[in-house]
């Protein structure tokens, strides 16, 4: 475990450190003092452990590789991730995850605003609450939150799935819920055990999505214009 | 884009070194805000006076100017210290309106920044870093503070457009974003006699609040109308005499990040703006909600 310090090491030094590492080598971060775009675009199997609060944009781009923040992080969390994992101990700010294409993020507290803002294919799974316009225009992967979800929930939703255990304030334009099947059931539990997460109950999840009313246009629209 | 920072002292040992953490959090917004930068202190109020902070662009003239003026009055007790481009006036509680009149009419340079038993206001063009040393912010103590560092969107960098923007005695407002219907807003406002400095638009936003505390509404039922009246972009930190409130728009782009401890209740737009703090690791730090009121007072 390679240790690698803000308090002697510059944001541009760490980075290039993480991104020039090999192939299954780990790192500790320490004092990041909610330093922005840390652990961002790195491409290979490497593990971060990130000691203490991030700024914006951690964990941004992500490929294979697995880090983990032991603290909060702020706004853009692993925005436009490819695959790997984060994890987040703390919360999480605005539009976290948003368009990932694919990999996790596990989110121990809350998350804020727009989480999986246009999301691509990435899941991601919040402990806590979500705030307003999450999953907004979300085209695939799926949004675990086992707390409450804010206003505006999936608005202009495509394709994704969004799983509830708490509550809704209310659900965005197109944005509907749906019969939790067999298929979803199973599909939340490989969801939560990729994530190593066990404490959970499916039974108490609800089902959004798609109604799909906005993929076509309505020709009864057509007066409006 | 810009930065706010604020700090409420709950234990005299944050309110002892207050200009020493403000100082610290303002700096490290400098790259939210590389224009100007300012900051509202609130220090210990003062038997039946009144503090008044006015600005000048040439103080030594002015100021001496002012000093004099002021003696020759044999009515008008008062004390002046000057803070670089700045003068602190302290004066009788029942002569303030006087003095400000005497102010506007004889010295049409002088800018009167804020009023109040409390609160002084220190704001000027430059990093953040220049600012705080400019006043000598580290030296000022205080029950809690305020600070803004800008980057100009809507209107010119200028000493009158950096915030904190006075909206009351003791009370003061800073504000990142932008408002989309401050023009509409600012004419309106002309139309019931408010008056303006500058085309900015967080000081119309200040001038607003001002109108509806002066119509009778409190500073949280003001807040409040904001929401419904006010279009745009926005964090607004208040600071009033007892503490300061925060509120953001509906849509909360602009971040805002809070912090609590047994020793202070801290704001900054972001969680690098608190990490000099003590015992920070320890706190309770959250995102305030959007379109929501919150308050901190002694």
Known sequence: ?225 | MCGIVGLFAKKENISANLGVHLSKMLESMSDRGPDSAGLAIYGKPLASKTKMTVQSRSPKHDFQKLKKFLSAKKDISFSLKIHSTHAVIKLDVKQKDQVASLINDTFPNLRILSVGKKMEIYKEIGKPAEVVKRFEIAKMKGSHGIGHTRMATESAVTTLGAHPFSTGEDQCLVHNGSLSNHNSLRRELIRKEMTFETENDSEVAASFITYKINSGKTLKEALESALVELDGFYTFVVGTENGFGVLRDPIACKPAVLAETPDYVAFGSEYRALTSLPKIEKAKVWEPEPATVYFWGH
Do not use: W
């Open chain 1, 1 to 225: 475990m390679h240790i690698l310090d803000f308090n002697k090491l510059s944001l541009r030094d760490i980075n290039k450190t993480l991104q020039g590492s090999d192939k299954n080598s780990s790192f500790s971060i320490r004092n990041p003092k909610g330093s922005h775009a840390l652990a961002v675009g790195i491409n290979k199997r490497i593990t971060v452990k990130v000691v203490g609060s991030v700024g914006y944009y951690c964990a941004g781009m992500n490929k294979f590789s697995d880090i983990k923040v032991e603290g909060s992080a702020g706004p853009g969390l692993g925005e436009n991730m490819m695959s790997g994992n984060i994890h987040v101990t703390g919360d999480v700010s605005q539009y976290a995850g948003a368009s990932g294409h694919g990999g996790s993020i596990l989110v121990d507290g809350n998350a804020s605003s727009r989480c999986g803002i246009s999301m691509k294919g990435v899941d991601i799974i919040v402990k806590g609450n979500v705030g307003h316009m999450s999953a907004f225009m979300a085209q695939k992967g799926n949004l675990v939150i086992f707390g409450d979800a804010g206003h505006a929930l999936g608005d202009s939703i495509y394709e994704a799935n969004i799983y509830v255990a708490g509550e809704v304030a209310s659900l965005g334009a197109d944005c509907i819920e749906k019969r939790m099947t067999k298929k979803h059931l199973s599909n939340l539990e490989n969801i939560l055990s990729n994530a190593n997460v066990s404490d959970y109950n499916t039974d108490t999840f609800r089902r959004f999505g798609s109604a799909r009313s906005l993929y076509n246009f309505d020709v009864d629209n057509a007066k409006i214009y």
